[in-house]
Every structure is written in structure tokens, then in C-alpha cells.
T-cell receptor, first 114, second 113 residues
Framework: DGGITQSPKYLFRKEGQNVTLSCEQNLNHDAMYWYRQDPGQGLRLIYYSQIVNDFQKGDIAEGYSVSREKKESFPLTVTSAQKNPTAFYLCASTLTGTGTTEAFFGQGTRLTVV | QKEVEQNSGPLSVPEGAIASLNCTYS??????FFWYRQYSGKSPELIMF????GDKEDGRFTAQLNKASQYVSLLIRDSQPSDSATYLCAVNTGGTSYGKLTFGQGTILTVHP
């Protein structure tokens, strides 16, 4: 079955530690996205990538980094510079070049600072 | 002004009633509009998308778009307790060639028996 897989489902980070969230898709989608969701809030865009080896900052990129070495993979690193990383992180993908730009989401990673 | 704003909730309706969810957006160049449903602790799932002015119906759901007023709504007819969730309005702000979405803050809907 095609879809987006995020791992881990739950992640705990110590103060000052970098952590990496995994996102893999087998939908053959060109574009991938990382969103952050805080309780009672909508989704805010962190980073997005339209093609391999290229990505752009979203609205809240500070304290985060990404890479796009393969079409299928778009990992997100939450660095120690991100002072309030506790949130629900969602990875999504879309098929570019079409009139339908539905975003498909992974099941999310819930990150907690301990 | 927020780019995408949804009517404040939470919204509570009795089972069988019509639930009306509203969303306004600021970018007049926006081309496509989406409604997602999100159950607590889960990822969003697409309910409807709409590109053209007017109404679009799919089962119990109707999306309405008015680009002149920069307004999009979602009507849920014959509301069921299983419709209780957070509804997210999303707007494509990246043109039609890729899917960069801006989301509203969400409206919590509760359908009570």
C-alpha cells in the first residue's frame, strides 16, 4: 500500500540534544513538507521541498534543519536551537504538476522535551 | 490579519442537524481550498477540495467557495457523533503546480446524541 511513514510515533528529547524525525513516502510524490502542530492550533509549515537536493524554509524554520537526498525521504532534525520543540510533527507529500494538490499526511510524531 | 482564519469554536450541534464551518483567507491569488478532518491525536484526512466558485457536494458534505468575498465554508448535513473532530481549512498559496498549504487554526465540532 502506498503512503507516508513517519517514525518514531513518540520521541523524547533531553535539553540541548538534537533529534531526527524520519519521513518516508512511496507515493512517488515530488513535493514533501514538514508541519508543526501545537495543542488547539492549526498546522504551521516548517520546511518544504519540491525536488531532490532542494528545499525552502517555511514560516517557522528557526531551530530546524532538513535534507532531501532521495525523492522518498525528507528527514527533519530538531536542533538544540529550537527552544520549545514539544509539539506534534506531521510530514506530508503532494504530487506536483497536477491540478489536484491534495496533501497526504503521515501518522505524525509526538515530540516531548524531558 | 491571519492568512487563513476559521470561525471560533467549539461548535456543538445535535445529532441530525446541519453543522456549518466557515473560513476566510487573505491571499486573493489563492487557487485551491481544502477541508481536512482531524481526530484527536491523529493526522488530518481530506474531506473535500474545491477550486471553483459555487457549491460542491459529496455525500453529506458540501463545500462552498466565494472568491470575491474570500470565503469558503463546509456544511455537514445529518451530523453524526462520528463527525465530532477538529476541522481544518487549508488554502493553496503556492499556485496550482505544487501543494504548499496554509492552514487555519481549526474548529472543534461536537455532535451530541
Amino acid at each position: 500500500d502506498g503512503g507516508i511513514t513517519q517514525s518514531p510515533k513518540y520521541l523524547f528529547r533531553k535539553e540541548g540534544q538534537n533529534v531526527t524525525l524520519s519521513c518516508e513516502q512511496n507515493l512517488n510524490h515530488d513535493a514533501m513538507y514538514w508541519y508543526r502542530q501545537d495543542p488547539g492550533q492549526g498546522l504551521r509549515l516548517i520546511y518544504y521541498s519540491q525536488i531532490v537536493n532542494d528545499f525552502q524554509k517555511g514560516d517557522i524554520a528557526e531551530g530546524y534543519s532538513v535534507s532531501r537526498e532521495k525523492k522518498e525521504s525528507f528527514p527533519l532534525t530538531v536542533t538544540s536551537a529550537q527552544k520549545n520543540p514539544t509539539a506534534f510533527y506531521l510530514c506530508a507529500s503532494t504530487l506536483t504538476g497536477t491540478g489536484t494538490t491534495e496533501a497526504f499526511f503521515g501518522q505524525g510524531t509526538r515530540l516531548t522535551v524531558v | 490579519q491571519k492568512e487563513v482564519e476559521q470561525n471560533s469554536g467549539p461548535l456543538s450541534v445535535p445529532e441530525g442537524a446541519i453543522a456549518s464551518l466557515n473560513c476566510t483567507y487573505s491571499d486573493r491569488g489563492s487557487q485551491s481550498f481544502f477541508w481536512y478532518r482531524q481526530y484527536s491525536g491523529k493526522s488530518p484526512e481530506l474531506i473535500m477540495f474545491i477550486y471553483s466558485n459555487g457549491d460542491k457536494e459529496d455525500g453529506r458534505f458540501t463545500a462552498q467557495l466565494n472568491k470575491a468575498s474570500q470565503y469558503v465554508s463546509l456544511l455537514i448535513r445529518d451530523s453524526q457523533p462520528s463527525d465530532s473532530a477538529t476541522y481544518l481549512c487549508a488554502v493553496n498559496t503556492g499556485g496550482t503546480s505544487y501543494g504548499k498549504l496554509t492552514f487555519g487554526q481549526g474548529t472543534i465540532l461536537t455532535v451530541h446524541p
